[in-house]
C-alpha cells in the first residue's frame, strides 16, 4: 500500500463539491479522480481502476442508484466498494443503495474531513478482509 | 220506537268508542310502526266496545317468529286458550299461505287460568285478520264462554277499526320505503364509502364506493369480506365495538388500502330513546391531499439540498484557502475564490426566487406601475443577452408592433418575466432563433389571427379567450418543444423541481412560477404553446385600458 497511492473516485454533479472533495483528499495523499455525473462515473468506474468511489445520488443524466446498479453490474467494477454521499433528505435512497451493495455512506452537508478519511480507511480494510480467504495479519495502514 | 231510540244511544256510544281508539290509534302510530304494539293498544281499548271473555292475536313476526298474546277478561281453563289459539293458527296459516308450526310460537298469557273444573268453552268467537300493505300479518281473536254473542255488526266495528289502523301502518310504511329509498340512493351516490353495522356486527349497509376502496368485488357483501380486506391496517371489528361502547367518533387517519389512502371515520348510531343501534363506518379517500402533501415535503427538501450542496461547498473551499498551500497555486487560488462568487450567487437568486415565491403565496406581492414604454424594456432585454446567445449560436431578435403607446405597468417586474421566458428559450434551444414578440390583442380578435398578421409563427398556437385589450409579450423559440403533459405542470410550484432536477440544465424552476405571480398582480395571464422539435411561445397578456392615463409621469423603464 505504501507504494502505490489510494485512487478514489468521486462522482458528484456539484461542481463545487467535487472541487471541495477532490482537494481535500489529495491533501491527505489519495489520488483523486472526478466524474461530473452518473454516466462519466459509470465510464470512469470501469476505465480508471479506482481503489473506492464516492457516488452522490441526486444527479442529472444518470442518478446515484442508477450508476451504482450498473457499476455493480459490470465485471470491471463490481468488486470496487462504493461509499454514498447524501444529503439528509434522501435516506430511503440510501437503504437502496445500501442494498444494493454500497458499503457505507456519508451524509454531504456536515461532514468532516477526518470522518471521511477514517471511513474510506475502514471501508478499503473491510475490502481486504473480505476478499483475504483467512485474514492471518490485519492489515496495516 | 223506544227500541229503535235505544238501539240509536248504543249505536252512538260505540260510534264514540270507535272514534276515541282511532284516534288514539292515530297518535301511537305516529311514532310507532310496531304493528304489535298498536294492536296492543287495539285489544286494551275493547272493553268498553265488545263483550268478551278472552282477546287475542297471533302477529307473524321477524325472522319466521310468531307472536301470540291473549288477555283473559275472564278466568278460563287451559283447554279454552289451545282452543283459541288452534283455531287461530289453523286461520292464519290458511291466510298467510304457509303452515304455522306450534314450536315456532312466542306465547304470552294475562289474568288468570283456572283449573279443569271450570267447564267453561268457547262458544262464540270471531277472527279479524292483520293485513299490511296487502299482506296478511297476523289475525285477532275475540271468543266469549256465552253463546251467539257476536252478529256482524260486532264484527263489523272491529274490522273497521283494524282495517284504519292497516291502512294507517300501511300508508306510513310506504313513505318510511320511500324515504328510506331516497336515503339508499344518497348513501349509494356519495363520494365517500360508507358502511353500516348493526349491535351484532351484522353488515347493514355498504354503498358501491365503500366496495370500491375496500377492493370487494361481490355485490353481497359480508362483514368479514369487510374485516378481511381491512386485516393487516386495523382491527376494525374492535374499533366498532370500542365506537359504541364509549358512544364516540373514533378517526384512524391514514390507511393504506390498495393504491388508496383513506381516512376513516367510526361514528355510533342510536335511536332517538338513546339507544344504541350500531355504526356507521365512512371511508374518506384522502390519496389526493397526501399527494400534495409529499409534493411539498419534496419541494422542501429539494430547496433544502439545493441551498446546502453550495453552502457546503462553499465552507470546504473556505477551509481549504486558509491553508498556505492553496495561497501559493495562484491558479487554484484563483479558480476556488471564483466558485465561491458564482455559488454564492447563485444560492442568493435561490433565495431570493424563494422569497418572491413566499410573497406570491401570501399575497404580499406588490407591484409599481407606471407609464412604461414596452418597446424600450423589450430592447434592454435583448441587449442583456445577446453574448449569451451569440455563445450558444442562436439569432436573439424582437418584433414591436408599431404605435404601443405607453402602458401602466411595473417595469422592473416585466422585465423579469421577459428574462426568464429568454433565458430559458436559450437553455432549451439548441438551434434556430429566440423571437421576442409585443403585440396588442384588441378584445373579441383571434390571437392566431393576430400572431399571423404580425408575421409570427407560433408552434401548437390555441385561440385562448380573453376578456379585454391586452398587451401581448411572448419569447417564441425554435427548440425542443415540451409534451402536452407536461405543459399544464411549468407553471405549478411543486412539480417543477423535479423536472429542472433531472435534467442537466441548472436552475431552480422557480422562474416560471414567479413571472405568473408578476403577470397575475397586473391582472393578466401567462400561457404556453408548444409543439414538440418545432418550439415553444411563454407569452403573458397584460389587459389594458385606454382610458387609464398613467399616474405618475416617470421616465420610461430603464433599469
Known sequence: ?141 | MRNSLHTKETEMQRRMYEVSILKELGDRIGYSLNVQKIVDVIIGSLRNLLDYSTVGYLLLGEEGKVIFHCVLEESVNKNFITEVKNGMVAALSALAGHEIKLDEIDESISGTITDETNKNSAKSFFNIPVVINDQPVGLLNISSTKDGLYKEEEMTILYTIMNQASTAVSKLENILTQEKGKLNSMVESMADGVLMVDTKNRLLVINPQARLMLGIAKSSATIFDVLDQLASKMDLRTKIEESIRNDKLLVEEQVQINDKVLRILISPVKDSANEALGAVVLFHDITKEKAIEKMRDDFTSMMVHELRSPLTGIRSIANLLKEDKIKNEQKKYQDFIELIVSNSASMLDLVNDLLDVAKLEAGKFQIMRRATNIGDVVKMRIQSFSSLAQDNHLALESRIEEGIGPVSVDDNKIGQVLNNFISNSIKFTKQGKIMVSAFILKKGQKLSEKVASQGLVWPGLKDPSFGADELVLAVTDTGLGIPDDQLSKLFNKFTQLEQSAASEKKGTGLGLVICKGIVEAHGGTVGVFSEVDRGSTFFCALPISPESAPVVAAPAAIK
Open chain 1, 1 to 141: 500500500m505504501e507504494d502505490k497511492k489510494t485512487r478514489i473516485l468521486v462522482v458528484e454533479d456539484e461542481e463545487i463539491l467535487l472541487t471541495a472533495l477532490s482537494e481535500e483528499l489529495k491533501q491527505e495523499g489519495f489520488e483523486v479522480v472526478g466524474a461530473k455525473d452518473g454516466v462519466e462515473g459509470v465510464e470512469k468506474a470501469a476505465s480508471e481502476k479506482p481503489d473506492l468511489i464516492l457516488l452522490d445520488l441526486v444527479m442529472p443524466r444518470l442518478d446515484g442508484i442508477g450508476a451504482l446498479k450498473q457499476i455493480k453490474d459490470s465485471p470491471a467494477s463490481k468488486d470496487i466498494p462504493v461509499v454514498i454521499l447524501t444529503n439528509l433528505s434522501d435516506y430511503d435512497k440510501v437503504s437502496d443503495a445500501l442494498s444494493l451493495g454500497a458499503m457505507d455512506y456519508l451524509v454531504k452537508a456536515n461532514y468532516r474531513l477526518e470522518e471521511l478519511v477514517s471511513k474510506i480507511k475502514t471501508v478499503l480494510e473491510r475490502k481486504q478482509f473480505g476478499t483475504l480467504a483467512t485474514p492471518t495479519v490485519p492489515p496495516q495502514a
